[in-house]
Nanobody, 116 residues
Framework: QVQLVESGGGLVQQGGSLRLSCAASGSFFGFRAMGWYRRAPGKQRELVASVLGTDNTNYADSVKGRFTISRDNANDTVYLQMNSLKPEDTAVYYC??????????WGQGTQVTVSS
């Protein structure tokens, strides 16, 4: 059983920063990819950023230049550094991981609220 546990969400003012962390635990042999998705109120879930392997990254256009995803394979942890936050970044952020056998796992979500 694989578990993804997120931390680091919270309330921040516009222009501020937050760092999300997602730690994996359980039985697995490594993940092909890890990433972050978000769901804002009344909107569909969208990809924020992902990392394939160790350094092949992909970002949503709306966060390019502001967010940075990184991965610590030794500790099976993925991070999302979020800078210059905007009210439109307010959402529940979910960690995602794809195993070597192409199973997809999700974290429970962490709330990020950006006040104007």
């Amino acid at each position: 059983q694989v578990q993804l546990v997120e931390s680091g969400g919270g309330l921040v003012q516009q222009g501020g920063s937050l760092r999300l962390s997602c730690a994996a635990s359980g039985s697995f042999f490594g993940f092909r990819a890890m990433g972050w998705y978000r769901r804002a109120p009344g909107k569909q879930r969208e990809l924020v950023a992902s990392v394939l392997g160790t350094d092949n990254t992909n970002y949503a256009d709306s966060v390019k230049g502001r967010f940075t995803i990184s991965r610590d394979n030794a500790n099976d942890t993925v991070y999302l550094q979020m800078n210059s936050l905007k009210p439109e970044d307010t959402a529940v952020y979910y960690c995602n991981a794809v195993s070597d056998k192409w199973y997809t796992y999700w974290g429970q979500g962490t709330q990020v609220t950006v006040s104007s």
